[in-house]
């Protein structure tokens, strides 16, 4: 079985890939055209960029759209992490955090599967965790380096290998969420 994840980003598909692999499903990336909408919902996000790859390809596929929320920060970056992180970037969130408290923070996942002709389906995942007080670690991307998540040893996602940050990752969540849906309907 094949599945199509429009994508740009590498690591996001890295982590997904392995888990289709478990069920037998092969993931090919789909780096197609690029028009992500302006919104403040993850969904809506990410729906949308499913049904431009869906139309573009004519084939079933899903996107993601992800996000950072900090508490302290009454949710930014949120849907605009993708900016936020090539503007500001780390550094730039662990100054904004600087002598505050409350340090929590949620990463967020939304992934859309659309078919030709059908509505896309949405399935959400969310991890809450800490914002660290350095960058620690060299895996991952993004805000990986100060993300800790709760539940885990006290390490950073960006610390972790791909298998352990999927034990908690909102990513994955999202994903089984949408694997265990496909599955079923595939069987049906
Ligand atoms: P797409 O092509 O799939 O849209 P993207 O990198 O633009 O890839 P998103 O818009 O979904 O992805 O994510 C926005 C940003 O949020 C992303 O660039 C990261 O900085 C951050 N982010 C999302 N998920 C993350 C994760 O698991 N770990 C670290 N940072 C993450």
């Known amino acids: 079985m094949d599945l199509i994840f429009a994508t740009r980003n590498r690591h996001k598909f890295e982590e997904v890939r392995e888990m289709a692999s478990v069920y037998g499903i092969k993931l090919k990336m789909y780096r197609g055209p690029r028009e992500e909408i302006q919104s403040d919902k993850l969904e809506e996000i990410a729906k949308h960029s499913a049904i431009v790859a869906c139309t573009a390809l004519k084939r079933p596929c899903f996107a993601e759209d992800a996000g950072l929320f900090v508490k302290a920060l009454h949710g930014f970056p949120g849907p605009y992490s993708s ?106």
């Open 83 to 188: 900016y936020a992180f090539k503007t500001i970037g780390n550094d730039g969130l662990l100054k904004l955090m600087a002598g505050e408290g409350n340090r929590g923070a949620e990463f967020r996942s939304a992934i859309a599967y659309c078919e030709p002709g059908s509505r896309p389906v949405v399935f959400s995942g969310n991890v809450r965790g800490y914002i660290a007080s350095a960058r620690r670690g060299s895996g991952g991307f993004g805000f990986d380096p100060i993300f800790i998540p709760i539940g885990g040893d006290g390490r950073t996602f960006a610390e972790m290998s791909i298998d352990e940050k999927n034990k908690f990752s909102h990513r994955a969540k999202a994903f089984e969420k949408f694997l265990k849906w496909y599955i079923q309907r595939k069987k049906a």
